[in-house]
């Protein structure tokens, strides 16, 4: 079946820091993939998606790019806000028609001025 | 446009009641998906409806049910409650055209079991 495997957190960044969380995937077929970001108390947010191989998803300053020959898709920002702070769950849905989203445990950031 | 809507925002229940959770999707969505999150842990897919019909369902017991309307909402029943049916419960809906199958998630209804 389908699965998601996502860094644990927590990750705790100063204000501006790089940041990297790492995700892999394993699904047959071309997923598409996904980032979900969840704020304190509230329900998921797409972030970013991307589609086939090579594509890069991004907004808000996070880029992630689908890598078919390594099963990944890293999230990555140049420079992190204390507004960054949140859960991030990396996600993939198989193509097609009526499928479900498979999630990763999540990674909790926390920036710190 | 209105995003998805759940009700109630938050309930508690005791061991073995019932719960009915509610969900409208994004007007023109016409598939709704179901998934539970307990805390601290990703939403794990409980089932899919598609034009009122099941399309896809999750690992959960027979106490999980769910219907679609012809609005397109859709109710989650749980029977017996457990204390472990205490999550987060998020619902998406989805156009399911084609390759589009980006799910649009709702805020969700936190039930606690006591």
């Known amino acids: 079946g389908n699965s998601v495997t996502q860094m644990e957190g927590p990750v705790t960044l100063s204000e501006e820091a790089f940041l990297t969380i790492n995700c892999t995937y394993t699904?047959?077929?071309?997923?598409?993939l996904f980032w979900y970001v969840q704020y304190p108390g509230e329900g998921l947010q797409l972030l970013l998606k991307?589609?086939?191989?090579?594509d890069k998803g991004s907004n808000k300053g996070f880029e992630a790019t689908y890598r078919k020959e390594t099963t990944s898709f890293h999230l990555e920002k140049g420079s992190v806000q204390v507004s960054d702070s949140a859960v991030y769950f990396c996600?993939?849905?198989?193509?097609?028609?009526?499928?479900?989203?498979?999630f990763g445990i999540g990674t909790k950031l926390q920036v710190i001025p | 446009d209105a995003g998805v809507t759940q009700s109630p925002t938050h309930l508690i229940k005791t061991r073995g009641q019932h719960v009915t959770l509610r969900c409208s999707p994004i007007?023109?969505?016409?598939?709704v998906s179901w998934y539970q999150q307990v805390l601290g842990q990703g939403p794990q897919f409980i089932f899919q409806?598609?034009?009122?019909?099941?399309?896809g369902r999750g690992n959960f017991p027979d106490r999980f049910s769910a219907r679609q309307f012809p609005n397109y909402s859709s109710e989650l029943n749980v029977n017996a409650l457990l204390l472990g049916d205490s999550a987060l419960y998020l619902c998406?809906?989805?156009?399911?055209?084609?390759?589009?199958?980006?799910?649009?998630f709702g805020p969700g209804t936190r039930l606690t079991v006591l």
């Open positions: 991307a589609t086939k191989a090579d």
């Open positions: 998406a809906s989805s156009l399911v055209r084609g390759d589009n199958n980006e799910q649009f």
């Open positions: 007007s023109g969505h016409k598939s």
């Open positions: 699904a047959t077929g071309y997923p598409s």
């Open positions: 409806y598609y034009e009122k019909e099941e399309r």
């Open positions: 996600a993939l849905s198989a193509r097609g028609g009526y499928q479900k989203v498979t």
